[in-house]
């Protein structure tokens, strides 16, 4: 019988290129032999090629309960139960570290372990993890908002964002929705999008949003494509939500589809506002419908995450995420595409 070892290499990769993306960390581990050939850029080619055949779902990376997970979500199965699939934890090792906040760019991933003073960059694809050390300690990791682009840097600035905006990273800038500090008395729009430019190592002018916000109203960005911007807006008192989607989106400009991509009166059958603080979401232009992710729309269920199917025609559907140990933990969701972007 021949072993995989002695297999010609094109037929190896053939071969390995259908190991599930999560368990690409245990398959390298096996042997030296299968790690070098999981390194080579014609094995990684195949195996993305693979993944993406017939893919008739959406790849998603959520933290969940402190943990990162890779999920899969089918549109196409009307079964709320199974149409979300737990493909496994994204980052190996995670279960002895809890993790408060996770950002995605360009399939790599920027989290904070939980009390931890170093912030961490990883390519789960690859495996490649990089620490980067902090001269303060996270204590309070919830007041702190972060970002992840094609450089770094810092810059002072004349506004402010909340500390539960997690910010959205698209074309290797990250943009935040933002507001006038209360004492800026100037014209001009009192809430908007700001972009760092990370080429240009600093922050571009407010971009207008196309609604005015109050500080009680849900606001949360996406990515279409990796190309266009996605904002969810819901509105505390009448609880209409709507969905708004870029059709040019660069770090000094905007301009957006004058047609609303979703909008939906939650109070005629829901009754409920989405969290502030989670709310993240993604949405599907074919399929005209949107998923958003947060806390069960009972509150009296404060453990129970739930993935909101939300058409455009005002239809609802449910999926139960599993509950968390910690009902202060909301589940955030990004699109995820793994990347051969090295880490130097």
């Known amino acids: 019988m021949t072993k995989m070892s002695n297999l010609p290499r094109d037929l190896a990769e053939e071969v390995l290129s259908k ?16 790690k070098t ?18 893919a008739a779902s959406h790849k998603v990376v959520m933290m969940m309960d402190l943990r990162i997970y890779l999920m899969s979500i089918n549109l196409n199965n009307k079964n709320d139960e199974s149409c979300i699939k737990h493909e496994g934890k994204l980052i190996l090792g995670s279960d002895e570290v809890d993790i408060s906040r996770v950002f995605h760019c360009d399939g790599l991933l920027l989290f904070i372990p939980k009390g931890s003073t170093c912030v961490v960059v990883c390519n789960p694809y690859s495996g490649q993890t990089r620490f980067i050390e902090s001269t303060f300690a996270f204590r309070n990791w919830w ?7 094609y ?13 539960y905006d997690r910010g959205l990273s698209l074309k290797g800038n990250t943009y935040w929705f933002a507001n006038k500090k209360r004492s800026d008395k100037s014209d001009g729009d009192r809430s908007f999008l700001v972009c760092f430019d990370f080429t240009r190592e600093r922050f571009g002018p407010p971009l207008p949003l196309p609604f005015e916000p109050f500080d009680e109203d849900t606001v949360s960005l996406s990515s279409v494509r990796e190309e266009q911007l996605a904002v969810l807006f819901q509105r505390w008192d009448s609880l209409e939500l709507e969905i708004w989607v870029t059709t040019k989106i660069e770090p000094e ?18 009754q409920f506002q989405f969290l502030l603080t989670a709310a ?16 069960n729309k009972e509150r009296s269920l404060v453990n129970r995450n739930v993935a909101y199917i939300i058409g455009v025609d005002e239809s609802l559907r449910e999926a139960d995420l599993g509950d968390s140990n910690d009902k202060n933990c909301y589940p955030l969701a990004c699109s995820y595409v793994p990347s051969l972007a090295k880490l130097t």
């Open 19 to 34: 190991v599930p993306l999560t368990s690409l960390r245990k398959f390298r581990s096996t042997c030296k032999e299968w």
């Open 37 to 54: 050939l999981s390194k080579r850029r014609s094995f990684a080619k195949k195996h993305l090629g693979q993944a993406s055949v017939g």
């Open 143 to 149: 007041n702190y908002s972060y970002a992840l682009g």
């Open 151 to 163: 450089e770094k840097s810092t810059k002072s600035c004349g506004w402010r964002v909340g500390h």
């Open 253 to 270: 400009s905007v301009t957006w589809n004058t047609k609303v991509f979703l909008q939906v009166n939650m109070s005629l059958q829901f």
């Open 280 to 295: 993240s979401f993604f949405i599907d232009e074919e399929k005209k419908v949107a998923v958003v992710f947060d806390k």
